[in-house]
């Protein structure tokens, strides 16, 4: 029986923009550590082969405290007599070839992994195990495609005499993305006429899934952790698979599941929030799902008046956020200001500028700051707004 751990987008070395130098050092963390028990679950289930299909760090430099935490996982493999192939994504390959190589190609070149990096021409590696003989080939993404585009065409596949065929890539399958997605896509046509491919393991989609595409098996195992508030939903982990059999191959799939940081969102409709004391309102419906361990957003949505605008206290709100929860975001992109009604009975809308933000928050922390600080908010406030001007 030949044993393979097959997992993708992993997105190590990933930035929050919003998050402070602490939680960023923690989520990071986080997303080793998840990535780190597909390594644990191949030693543990004595693999033949462990394969990664591309984005295993978010960016193609990653710092070299992830470099170095990979080396030490990849060792492990290596220890246990697993062989590693993996290819790039999308995150992890410069856009431009002139940027240099992918970091994956750093294992390659003191022979932990192999690193396939050829886009026109799929390369296959041939493995003997228990009389059976499997080959493995990986197509990294091609940065010099676009939309539109098919990325088999023009690229030879040509896979050697062996009783399984395994191909890695790093692209959307028509019909699991976006229809309107900015990106090359593998067309089911192309993917059914694959001449001597079995199974076409694709990592990029963040989404678990498994299909047959003419004769060829397709799995996707997704991610290993959520990356976005947009990924609520998103069951992570990584796929075993078991090849059986000598004259006639039978395949068993298992998604392994992981459990990812909690992540939650909690939508307040403006429409809801009394007009006394708009924040003690937000403050209690924060507390009740609020947790330690959770990145939560808080998404407001809807009209509000002027007065009630200014009344709700925004910072005290992220602050309290921040303290209740490991991260906290708080979404205002769905409030928009709703004027008093004219003498014509008619009523206008007023879309929130970036300049009134910014000259509101500057009063917010004006108020309660010292002379100096005060110094220091307008000095930001009139740099912000020059930039803004520019």
């Known amino acids: 029986m030949i044993r393979i751990v097959f997992t993708a987008d992993n997105h190590l070395n990933r930035y929050y923009a919003k998050m402070t130098a602490d939680q960023l050092a923690k989520r990071r963390q986080r997303l080793r550590e998840a990535w780190a028990k597909t390594?644990?679950?191949?030693?543990?289930?004595?693999?033949?082969?462990?394969?990664?299909?591309?984005?295993?760090?978010?960016m193609p430099n990653p710092r070299p405290a992830e470099l170095v935490w990979v080396a030490r996982q990849f060792q492990r493999l290596k220890e246990a007599g697993i062989e590693i192939l993996a290819i790039g994504g999308t995150h992890d390959i410069p856009k431009m070839r002139t940027e240099g190589a992918t970091p994956q190609r750093i294992y390659d070149e003191v022979r932990v992994a192999h690193v396939f990096t050829k886009t026109t021409e799929v390369e296959f590696v041939t493995f003997k195990i228990d009389s059976v003989t499997i080959a493995v080939g990986g197509l990294p993404p091609d940065p010099r495609l676009r939309r539109g585009d098919d990325p088999f065409e023009g690229v030879t596949i040509e896979p050697p005499e062996a009783d399984i065929v395994l191909l890695m890539t790093h692209y959307g399958v028509?019909?699991?993305?976006?229809?309107?997605?900015?990106e090359p896509v593998l067309p089911k046509a192309s993917i059914a006429a694959l001449k001597g491919v079995d199974c076409l393991l694709v990592g990029h989609v963040h989404q678990r899934q498994e299909m047959k595409i003419g004769g060829v098996r397709v799995l996707s195992p997704g991610?290993?952790?959520?990356?976005?508030?947009g990924e609520l939903d998103v069951p992570t982990g990584f796929l075993y698979l078991e090849f059986s059999g000598k004259r006639r191959i039978r395949l068993r799939s298992q998604h392994v599941e992981l459990e990812p940081q909690p992540m939650a969102r909690l939508e307040i409709r403006t429409t809801d929030i009394p007009p006394d004391d708009p924040t003690a309102y937000v403050f209690e419906r924060v507390r009740e799902v609020s947790s330690p361990d959770l990145l939560l957003q808080c998404r407001l949505v809807g009209p509000l008046t002027r007065q009630m605008y200014h009344d709700l206290r925004f910072f005290d709100i992220w602050r309290l956020g921040n303290e209740l929860n490991f991260f906290f975001d708080l979404d205002r992109k769905g409030v928009y200001l709703k004027d008093e009604p004219r003498l014509s009975g008619d009523v206008s809308t007023e879309r929130l500028s970036p300049r009134?933000?910014?000259?509101?928050?500057?009063?917010?922390?004006?108020?309660?700051?010292?002379?100096?600080?005060?110094k220091?908010?307008?000095?930001a406030r009139e740099l912000i707004m020059k930039t803004l001007s520019e």
């Open 223 to 229: 991610p290993t952790e959520r990356m976005s508030f």
């Open 376 to 379: 220091l908010i307008e000095e």
């Open 356 to 374: 009134q933000e910014i000259e509101r928050v500057a009063e917010e922390l004006a108020a309660e700051a010292d002379a100096e600080g005060r």
């Open 174 to 182: 028509e019909g699991t993305i976006h229809p309107e997605a900015n």
């Open 39 to 58: 390594v644990d679950f191949a030693i543990e289930k004595r693999c033949h082969l462990y394969l990664h299909g591309g984005d295993l760090f978010d």
